[in-house]
Structure formats: structure tokens, C-alpha cells
């Protein structure tokens, strides 16, 4: 018999002799009520010492009939950013026993329920003036949302709080003001309504959006725009195709050259600078500094 024969066989006993040792693992730590999931991504969280629950009447239940607020976390099995939380936040012991005494604690994954995700997302877009996943909100026990973000670490990093610190901040909050919080998450709730009533209305060009309209976003997209590398705002920067949409809209119905120059400097760093995929072709998600070079490697399909 050849040595590569030998080693071949070797490794393999090796290998039967581990494999019920590795098939039995009990995982990261005790089993959650998402250990079972049919749902690879809530799975993901199954070992958790968060004492989570899937999106449903259990959850909801129990957040009325104890008058706590919950923790809604919403993501996918190809956001980077959901996984590292993951490692980082909800597999933390002592940020896992803060959730669970202050909080009702529910998963959602995007793609299994789009649904949730549009109006939550909306949710963070109006609390924030931004997006993204992780989606972290926090609601009231009848659904309406006091307060939102995106990825929380586990301590404060780059003048964004930990979320230790936002637990502890929204926990005194409910405990000690309580009907300014739930005031407060109607006022949100009757926004949200507005914004969604508002994008049901007719496209047509006449109607919606208006001139008026187009020409405030323009004007509050100028005032955070980099005249040198294009885009808004500090690093990281977002490609954001609602705000190129606006930009082209407003050139092509009042001549605004300021919004063609700021469309065609944002669209000209974009594609020269490493956010455009030189092989694969098409955009990553976001850039991690402000000139476009290093991309955050994911590719979404809803904004290429």
C-alpha cells in the first residue's frame, strides 16, 4: 500500500472517529426558541444567550401583558454587519441578561418578511435620516416605535453609543417617563402613516412629487454634498439611489445645474473609485471612506 494511500485512510478514520463528536456539539451556549427554526438566519441566533422569539403572538402577547417594550432586530443570512452583532452584541452574557430583563426580544429576517422590514425600515429612516441592517428598533408593546438604529457594538466606538448604553438609556426611560415614550411613539407612528399614505399617491409627474418638493431635497442634498468626491455626508458613504433619482428629477424639470453637477461628480467617483466591481461589474453596497476606494464587498440587487 502507497503512502498516499495510507494517509488518505488514515484521515479518514480520523475523521469517522471525530464526526459524532462534532455532529452532537450542543453550539455556542443553551439552545433558544430559535434553535429549531425552519429559518437558516434566525437559526443563526439559536444558540444565543438572548432569550429570543420569532416574530408572533407568543411575543407580542407577553410584551402587552408585562407592559415592556421590544427589542425588534431585523436582518439577513449576507449582511456582514447582522453578523457581526451577532458575534459581538447578542452573543454577549451581559448584554444578553440586560435584553432579557428589560426587553421582549424578536428576530426577523428581511427576505422572510419583507412586509415587516418596509415599515420598520421607514421606521428608522424618519427617527435616523438614515437606513440599513441590522435594523435595530425598539417599540412600544402595541407596535409603535420609540426609538431606532442600525448596528450597535458592544461599547461606544467613533462617537456612537454602545449597546449597553442604549439599553440602559431607553430602560430608565421607560421606567421613569413612560407616557412621554409611548406620546412620543404615536407622534413616529402618525409620520410613518403620512409618509406611507403619501408614496400611495399617483406617479404622475404632475401630482407627485411636486416641483416644490424636488427642489427642498435638492437644496438639503446640497448642503451635505462633497463638491470634491462626491456623494453626501462623511464616510462611510451610501450609493443611495432615491437621492440620485431626486437629483435627475429636479434637472430634468427645472434645469437645475447644480443638481446635474452634483449627480454626475457623485456617479463619476462611484464608478472610477473601488466601490464599482472592475470584475463582476455592478456597485457594492457602500463605501468605508469618504473617496470611494474600499467598498464594504456586498452587492444588493435592490439598488443595482
Known amino acids: 500500500m502507497n503512502v498516499h494511500r495510507m494517509t488518505f485512510l488514515a484521515i479518514a478514520l ?6 459524532p463528536t462534532v455532529a452532537s456539539s450542543p453550539g455556542k451556549g443553551k439552545p433558544n426558541r430559535l434553535a429549531k427554526s425552519s429559518n437558516p438566519y434566525l437559526r443563526l441566533h439559536g444558540h444565543n444567550p438572548v432569550d429570543w422569539y420569532p416574530w408572533g403572538p407568543e411575543a407580542l402577547g407577553r410584551a402587552k401583558k408585562e407592559g415592556k417594550p421590544i427589542f425588534l432586530s431585523v436582518g439577513y443570512s449576507t449582511c456582514y ?6 458575534r459581538e452584541v447578542f452573543s454577549n452574557e451581559k448584554i444578553a441578561d440586560m435584553m432579557n430583563r428589560w426587553f421582549i426580544s424578536i428576530k426577523v429576517d428581511r427576505e422572510e418578511r419583507p412586509d415587516l422590514d418596509e415599515v420598520y425600515m421607514l421606521a428608522t429612516q424618519l427617527l435616523t ?10 417599540l412600544t408593546p ?18 456612537r453609543p454602545g449597546f449597553p448604553q ?13 407616557k ?12 410613518m402613516k403620512q409618509a406611507r399614505e403619501g408614496g ?3 406617479h404622475n409627474t404632475d401630482e407627485f412629487p411636486g416641483p416644490e418638493y424636488l427642489g427642498r431635497v435638492a437644496q438639503g442634498l446640497a448642503s451635505s454634498f462633497d463638491s470634491q468626491w462626491g456623494g453626501f455626508g462623511p464616510a462611510p458613504k451610501f450609493p443611495s439611489p432615491s437621492n440620485l433619482h431626486v437629483l435627475l428629477e429636479h434637472h430634468r424639470r427645472s434645469g437645475s445645474g447644480e443638481s446635474m453637477a452634483m449627480l454626475i461628480t457623485t456617479l463619476d467617483r462611484m464608478i472610477r473609485g473601488g466601490l464599482f466591481d472592475q470584475a463582476g461589474g455592478g456597485f457594492h453596497r457602500y463605501s468605508t471612506d469618504r473617496k470611494w476606494l474600499v467598498p ?5 440587487l435592490y439598488d443595482n
Open 14 to 19: 480520523l475523521f469517522l472517529m471525530i464526526s
Open 81 to 86: 454587519w447582522c453578523h457581526v452583532m451577532e
Open 129 to 138: 435620516g438614515g437606513g440599513g441592517w441590522p435594523n435595530s428598533v425598539f
Open 142 to 159: 402595541d407596535l409603535k416605535p420609540f426609538y431606532a438604529g442600525t448596528y450597535f457594538g458592544p461599547e461606544p466606538r467613533h462617537g
Open 166 to 178: 442604549v439599553l440602559t438609556s431607553l430602560h430608565e426611560a421607560w421606567t421613569d417617563h413612560r
Open 180 to 191: 412621554e415614550m409611548e406620546t412620543r411613539s404615536k407622534k413616529i407612528f402618525e409620520s
Open 200 to 202: 400611495s399617491h399617483s
Open 296 to 300: 464594504h464587498f456586498e452587492k444588493m
